[in-house]
């Protein structure tokens, strides 16, 4: 869907293209009228926005994103163990280690991905080379984001995925079993699209608030209106 990223195509709420400057929008034009059958990414690898600097130089550029989520060795899996995160290389075998993250992707910590068959695997968000499909070869999971995790304990979690969009109650779902498993303790932040005044409106940093806020808040949310009870919404 080459509207999911609305601000990269610069469409309106309606899907017409509002700022055809820009390189994806006027490549996306180009598509409507002379497409043929191909889907839009695939037409657009051969184009020149992928193999030139065409257009704004450099920036505009596209690279190819991993898709290699069975055999890159550099995505880790993690899962819960004593209270704590472990992970290890998902090629790898053995015990693992305290989870915790990288620095120098395009998002805080890592990006996080709950895959429809249930495990948890992590990488460095890097645009345009590895993103949170990238952790599931683009298949459906059960929420994603980004997260900071310090020698096994969740520093920071939220559910920025502009490829997934997770909804609070995909988001609410994870964070409650790393809740209940002792993952979290008082310091730890989360944040998702709701955390700001009338349950929407713009997402970032300044809207983390504490876990127990956090939960406290959900509470009141219409899909969870009882704390004892897990809700696994349908994934994504």
């Known amino acids: 869907d080459p509207f999911h990223r609305d601000f990269e195509f610069h469409a309106d709420p309606t899907g017409a293209i509002s700022d055809p400057a820009t390189a994806m929008a006027s490549a996306l034009q180009e598509w409507i009228i002379d497409s043929g059958n191909l889907p839009f990414f695939y037409w657009l690898e051969g184009h020149e926005i992928c193999t030139t600097v065409k257009y704004f130089g450099a920036t505009s550029k596209v690279t190819r994103v991993s898709y290699n989520a069975e055999t890159d060795g550099t995505i880790k899996k993690v899962w819960i163990q004593g209270g704590k995160l472990m992970a290890r290389g998902i090629l790898e075998e053995g015990a693992g280690t305290a989870f915790t993250t990288a620095t120098g992707g395009t998002?805080?910590?890592?990006?996080?991905v709950w895959l429809?068959?249930?495990?948890?695997?992590?990488?460095?968000?890097r645009s345009g080379e590895f993103h949170h499909s990238s952790l599931s070869n683009g298949k459906k999971v059960r929420s994603a984001g980004t997260w900071k995790v310090a020698d096994g304990k969740l520093v920071m979690m939220d559910n920025n995925s502009g490829h997934y969009q997770p909804t609070d109650?995909?988001?609410y779902t994870l964070l409650r079993q790393l809740y209940k498993n002792g993952v979290t303790d008082d310091a730890t932040r989360v944040g998702t699209h709701s955390t700001v005044d009338g349950f929407g409106g713009f997402f970032g940093p300044q809207n983390y608030i504490s876990v127990k806020a956090y939960r406290k808040k959900s509470a009141r949310r219409r899909y969870h209106a009882n704390l004892n009870q897990i809700i696994v919404p349908p994934p994504l």
């Open 116 to 125: 429809e068959e249930g495990s948890l695997v992590s990488h460095k968000h």
């Open 169 to 171: 109650a995909h988001f």
């Open 107 to 112: 998002k805080p910590g890592e990006a996080y």
